[in-house]
């Protein structure tokens, strides 16, 4: 398989003139030469090597580059930066002649609003989001209340204590669909245990998406106060719960990815009981083979249960073996894909 190239975000100050050249006619995706087919990611906060939402990201990519003989190009987030860097490294990646081009993250919402435009001939995919919206803009979204809700029902038949706790990584209307979710599940399945609810940072603060010892401290501090599982949705910053939970002997639940097969997180898959996973690898590759084949999606493209878009990890075998816990589990999920449950989308 060919290597994918890896691009480092340029100065800010070079931002101007990538789009002035694009306004003035400069080369771009919509007038480059033929050739290999070629598409690009940018990163979210963390970037690739968070074990969990850029990493599943990414194995949709590597997939394309596999099965559709794609030119694949990652581009990675600075710390700190602001919707200019995003602006610049949109329109770099569309000008390179990048089709499409995928922002892995509601951050990039703004970003991709403005420079979609710019390119009508390029898909731009936005992860995460349906506020922007566009003829080549495809928004990719996911019922992440749906799967947490299960990660609620796993953790309410597990515990021992009655206490279980939920990490947000930023309090955003996304992650709290997954408390949502989560504590729906919970009460739904006993209503006698209690959730533990923390968000690590505030907007426009969102270092709890990268920072794994602010995960680890408040998981930590859940633990102290009883809870046996932990469930945390918090990219890079949740590889800091999973390690708390793990060397006090507790449950950790996973997000995004199946984090149990996550190399960086092996030594402690032990305790990693199952995780909510989002098919952000197959809407990835599903969008890239789209726009190979001609008929790029555009508009929202959803991502639920009934269609597995989310889920439940089965690969711990000690989950296996909890067969009361998994029949609970299919139960749920069986019961929500009915219409029989609705899992609300705010706490």
Do not use: H
């Amino acid at each position: 398989m060919r290597r994918i190239t890896r691009i480092a975000t340029v100065s800010v100050a070079s931002a101007a003139l990538a789009l002035s050249a694009t306004a003035c006619g400069g080369k771009s995706s919509d007038t480059a030469s033929g050739g290999e087919p070629k598409a690009a990611i940018a990163y979210d906060i963390g970037g690739r090597g968070d074990q969990s939402f850029n990493d599943a990201a990414f194995a949709g990519l590597e997939k394309a580059e596999k099965d559709l003989g794609v030119k694949g190009t990652e581009a990675e987030p600075s710390e700190g930066e602001g919707d200019p860097d995003k602006v610049q490294r949109l329109t770099e990646l569309a000008r390179a002649g990048n089709n499409p081009v995928i922002g892995v993250g509601f951050a990039y919402a703004p970003a991709i609003a403005e420079v979609a435009p710019k390119f009508p001939k390029t898909t731009f995919g936005l992860i995460d989001d349906t506020s922007k919206k566009g003829e080549n803009i495809a928004n990719l979204v996911f019922n992440e209340e749906q799967g947490s809700y299960l990660a609620g029902v796993a953790a309410a038949k597990v515990t021992k204590s009655k206490t279980v706790g939920f990490i947000g990584g930023v309090e955003t209307p996304l992650i709290k669909k997954f408390e949502a979710g989560f504590v729906q599940g919970v009460k739904d399945t006993n209503k006698d245990v209690n959730v533990k609810v923390q968000y690590l940072t505030q907007p426009p603060d969102f270092g709890g998406f990268s920072k794994p010892d602010l995960g680890k401290a408040a998981a930590q501090g859940q633990i102290d106060a009883g809870a046996d599982v932990v469930y945390a949705a918090a990219g890079l910053a949740g590889s800091g719960s999973i390690e708390a939970a793990a060397k006090a002997k507790k449950w950790a639940i996973g997000v995004d990815s199946d984090q149990y097969n996550q190399k960086g997180l092996a030594p402690y898959k032990e305790y990693i009981l199952t995780s909510v996973t989002k098919d952000v690898s197959d809407s990835v590759f599903n969008l890239i083979k789209s726009v190979k084949d001609g008929k790029p999606q555009s508009g929202e493209v959803r991502y639920g249960l009934d269609k597995d878009g989310v889920g439940l990890s089965t690969s711990n075998p000690a989950y296996t073996k909890m067969t009361d816990v998994t029949a609970a589990v299919e139960k749920a999920k069986a019961d929500i894909t009915a219409g029989k449950i609705t899992v609300k989308t705010a706490p």
